[in-house]
């Protein structure tokens, strides 16, 4: 062997073999460690997504024990708990129950208590919430688990193996609040490529240009042929309207998802008979401390065993009964190196559908705790259980709509409608909203807004209570 031109004699080079293999074998060996527990993770979760029986409580314990237990040692704010000091698999459950629950504006309010030692955001990276219903919150970016979890959902969706297939690009396009060059959009280019970007996608459409550009998008996914479109439920929901209304489309995906927005069963469906494919339904928020998934064309979701610990909490911090409407409060397992989100109440208001194996059932996302209206008397009155579109019969001659209040007892009902919308129609929500002594004004606009992230806002409240 020659090393810097010299020739290394026998026992040099037996020598330095020894010196440096134990530090060459550790390396390797724990690339292959993270390689393995890797894809071990993506195929159970493949298993767990197929159905297949299979107790998971021991991996809820394993990872909620190791969540406690760090936070208690590594973050200010959770050191004060002195009771997570014995915490260990048979009793983190009890323990996590004696612990409050975590909202926003204690996020807030504790600042840099809430951070790991030595954690910021220079050298963790920061995130925020979407604000759709509020101040945006910010936290530290850390970690997750969304490259075992995308990859198997993907996967299960279209039986084609991510690695080496799917990650190629244009096989995963994206709907998306993402926005393209001024120059790109004068030449009719409505979406931005990246050839780096990973597992959500190669290909971002923008939402904000589809309702007046619908072709455009059309060629181009037409051009692609994506084995998966994912996105916004709203900008997939339009488009799938406008395949249906002009055609134009000439492959079929083998799936696509849903997610940010609410999506009904019966949106589902009509996406999925537009694009000739299942469509599925994905769950999770912005902190990213939950993972949820539907079967094909179905709005019941599954929470992942390996992303985080789901409770579906009234407001007085017990677990609501099976078929009881909650609100969603999560135990993140993947954020114990940098902000630790413990028993943290999203502002998600969903029905709880039990718990089997270890595996917790959302059956149905209801919307989000702080869409309300206000009565003439001042009353609280939740969107949830009390307007529904989807339930109504006019739902399919809505094809989007915004509510907007700006004084007690009075509400602007915003439709973008069909061209089959007429009186009866109007009579019906009206109907509907007397029950609570509502007045209201119907508008017609062309089209609904987006924000600036790129999603539709279904209610503007404007009373401060």
């Not at 504790?110 to 050298?123: A, D, H, L």
């Not at 019941?300 to 677990?319: A, H, R, T």
Request: with cysteine; charged share 25%.
């Amino acid at each position: 062997m020659i090393i810097l031109g010299r020739r290394l004699t026998f026992r040099e080079f037996l020598y330095k073999s020894i010196r440096y293999l134990p530090l060459h074998s550790k390396n390797y060996i724990k690339r292959k460690t993270d390689e393995y527990r890797k894809e071990k993770e993506i195929k159970n979760l493949i298993r767990i997504m197929k159905g297949r029986e299979k107790k998971y409580n021991t991996i809820l314990a394993s990872n909620l024990a190791r969540t406690l237990r760090k936070s208690y040692k590594k973050v200010p704010y959770w050191h004060s708990f002195s009771q997570l000091k014995k915490v260990n698999k048979k009793n983190c459950f009890e323990l996590l129950q004696s612990l409050p629950t975590l909202t926003k504006d204690t996020i807030r309010e504790q600042g840099k208590n809430m951070w790991q030692n030595g954690k910021t955001p220079e050298n963790s990276g920061a995130g925020s919430t979407g604000g759709t219903t509020g101040t945006p919150l910010i936290f530290l970016r850390g970690q997750n688990a969304e490259n075992t979890h995308q990859p198997a959902l993907y996967e299960y969706m279209t039986g084609i193996k991510y690695k080496g297939n799917l990650d190629k690009f244009g096989k995963i396009v994206s709907f998306d609040g993402a926005r393209p060059s001024e120059e790109d959009i004068k030449k009719n280019i409505f979406w931005r490529e990246d050839y780096n970007s990973g597992i959500y996608g190669t290909v971002d459409f923008c939402s904000f240009y589809l309702n007046d550009n619908a072709k455009y998008y059309i060629d181009k996914l037409n051009e692609l042929k994506p084995f998966v479109i994912r996105g916004y439920s709203n900008a997939i929901l339009s488009m799938a309207q406008f395949i249906e209304m002009y055609g134009g489309l000439n492959f079929s995906p083998k799936g696509i998802y849903v997610t940010s927005e609410y999506c009904s069963k019966e949106s589902m469906i009509y996406i999925s008979n537009a694009f000739g494919c299942n469509v599925y339904g994905q769950y999770g928020q912005s902190e990213a401390c939950l993972f949820a998934w539907t079967k094909p064309n179905d709005d019941i979701y599954y929470c992942s065993p390996y992303y985080g610990y789901v409770e579906v909490l009234d407001k007085n911090n017990k677990q609501v009964e099976i078929g009881e409407v909650g609100e969603v409060v999560v135990t993140a397992f993947y954020r114990t190196y940098e902000q630790p989100f413990i028993r943290y109440r999203t502002g998600d208001l969903v029905k709880y559908g039990g718990a089997k194996n270890g595996i917790v059932c959302l059956s149905g996302l209801k919307g989000r705790k702080g869409e309300y209206i206000v009565g003439k008397n001042s009353e609280i009155i939740q969107l949830v259980g009390f307007i529904d579109i989807h339930y109504l019969k006019c739902k399919d001659k809505i094809l989007s709509y915004q509510i907007e209040q700006n004084e007690p007892g009075k509400i602007v009902f915003r439709v973008v409608r069909s061209d089959d919308w007429d009186l009866t129609d109007e009579d019906e929500i009206r109907k509907l909203l007397s029950i609570r002594d509502i007045d209201v004004n119907f508008e017609y606009p062309k089209e609904i807004p987006l924000t600036a992230k790129g999603k539709r806002k279904n209610i503007i409240q404007n009373i401060k209570i």
